[in-house]
């Protein structure tokens, strides 16, 4: 079966430490893309990259950072940096998109990331 | 940037009932509408989605409608089941160069009671 995965589903951390959080698709998409969802919020765009070694910042890149040495890769790394880590982290991924017409963001399943 | 606005934040109906969700958005330029169901702790799942050279799309028991000129959207799902009961999220794709950056609402907790 083609799709996302996100692992682990449930991550805890201590306050201090980085963590990584893995995203893995097998769609064959170009694109892929972080959302952190909060209680009562929308999804917000953290990074997203368009092709394999480049990445952009989305809306609330400060205290994250990612690679994307793999086309199917896209490992999210949350810093010490971030003052508020604990959230739902959301990966996303679609094809890549010529003179921008849009294609469909198919998402996994998540992580839930407590720091305590 | 993008902003996208999302009403009501909690709706409730009965089995059969329609229900309709709305969002604005405040860039002219956005061009794609996305709408996704998200259930308890998975990740959100696209139902139907519309361009901006499309005023109305429909599929099945869900419907979305356009208007470009007052910018914006809303969700229609008729003779509503308990399964439909999630959270519902608009989106808005700007224009341009900003590819694929979709901005969310706030989302919508749709209870469907039996």
């Known amino acids: 079966d083609g799709g996302i995965t996100q692992s682990p589903k449930y991550l805890f951390r201590k306050e201090g430490q980085n963590v990584t959080l893995s995203c893995e698709q097998n769609l064959n998409h170009d694109a892929m893309y972080w959302y952190r969802q909060d209680p009562g919020q929308g999804l917000r765009l953290i990074y997203y990259s368009q092709i394999v070694n480049d990445f952009q910042k989305g809306d609330i890149a400060e205290g994250y950072s990612v690679s994307r040495e793999k086309k199917e890769s896209f490992p999210l790394t949350v810093t010490s940096a971030q003052k508020n880590p604990t959230a739902f982290y959301l990966c996303a991924s679609s094809k890549y998109e010529y003179a921008g017409a849009p294609y469909e963001q198919y998402f996994g399943p998540g992580t839930r990331l407590t720091v305590t | 940037g993008e902003n996208v606005e999302q009403h009501p934040s909690t709706l409730s109906v009965q089995e059969g009932d329609s229900a309709v969700i709305k969002c604005t958005y405040s860039?002219?330029?956005?061009?794609?509408f996305p709408w996704y169901k998200q259930e308890l702790g998975k990740g959100p799942q696209l139902i139907i989605d519309i361009r901006s050279n499309v005023g109305e799309k429909k599929d099945q028991r869900i419907a979305v409608t356009l208007n470009k000129t007052a910018k914006h959207f809303s969700l229609h799902i008729t003779e509503t089941q308990p399964e439909d009961s999630a959270v519902y999220f608009c989106?808005?794709?700007?224009?341009?160069?900003?590819?694929?950056?979709?901005?969310f609402g706030q989302g919508t907790i749709l209870t469907v009671h039996p």
């Open positions: 989106a808005a794709r700007a224009g341009g160069t900003s590819y694929g950056k979709l901005t």
């Open positions: 860039d002219s330029a956005s061009n794609y």
